[in-house]
Nanobody, 122 residues
Framework: VQLVESGGGWVRPGGSLRLSCAAS????????MAWYRQAAGNERELVAT???????SYADSVKGRFTISRDNAKNTVYLQMNTLVPEDTAVYYCNMEIGARTGYAINWSHYWGQGTQVTVSS
């Protein structure tokens, strides 16, 4: 199983970016999907989660500005980020709870994307 992220980059304060993360491989099912971020010198923090049946939760710092969504047919999670501020600058990582087929078995584990840099500055 592999998670590939895209959509990071540089944007001015007040701008928007959309991150994508697609899972591929011998996947039986994907449950929870989430985005984390890690700013330089800080610990990795949870930004947003979308649960198996569509419920969502957000960190207080991004509520009202970020929207997480998913496309189950594509095993893909998105993060729409609006009204970006310099404090949003970080490497963003996706994380998915995936049941992977291994022979006749299904093995559940959390998988991480490679990370994508988001820089907000003027």
């Amino acid at each position: 199983v592999q998670l590939v992220e895209s959509g990071g980059g540089w944007v001015r304060p007040g701008g928007s970016l959309r991150l994508s993360c697609a899972a591929s491989g011998n996947i039986y099912e994907v449950h929870d999907m989430a985005w984390y971020r890690q700013a330089a010198g800080n610990e990795r923090e949870l930004v947003a989660t979308i649960f198996r049946f569509g419920d969502t939760s957000y960190a207080d710092s991004v509520k009202g500005r970020f929207t997480i969504s998913r496309d189950n047919a594509k095993n893909t999670v998105y993060l729409q980020m609006n009204t970006l501020v310099p404090e949003d600058t970080a490497v963003y990582y996706c994380n998915m709870e995936i049941g992977a087929r291994t022979g006749y078995a299904i093995n559940w584990s959390h998988y991480w994307g490679q990370g994508t840099q988001v820089t907000v500055s003027s």
